[in-house]
């Protein structure tokens, strides 16, 4: 699973993305992100309690996307360590093959 250099950018940036509240959120419309329903529209304890239970979800679903997105990232640092490890180990046969030529 490939992600391009555009895609991880979208991706951080969406998990970077901060919201901004004009008033105290689920204090009522217009206030906390606008009509969300008509408990949010209601105002009071329970528009506090929706807007609070609708940031935890946006946190939890964050903190899972950063840990994909920092499992893949270790994935992909392995495999390359793997590429480079292959790749001295080659370099290392044709030094090998070079020099027995060169004693004949």
Partial sequence: ???????????VRALV???MYSGEPGSGAGKGGGA?????????????????????YFY???KEQLANL??????EIAFHQDQIKRHEDAIRRH??????????
Avoid: C, P, W, Y
């Fill in 1 to 11: 699973m490939n992600f391009s250099v555009r895609s991880r950018v979208s991706l």
């Fill in 60 to 62: 939890k679903k964050q």
């Fill in 36 to 56: 969300g329903g008509a408990i949010r529209e209601a105002g009071g304890t329970f528009g506090k309690m929706e807007a609070a239970r609708e940031d935890e």
């Fill in 70 to 75: 920092k499992g893949h990232l270790n994935k």
């Fill in 95 to 104: 030094q090998q093959q070079m020099s027995e030529m060169e004693k004949k």
């Fill in 17 to 19: 993305n901060v919201r």
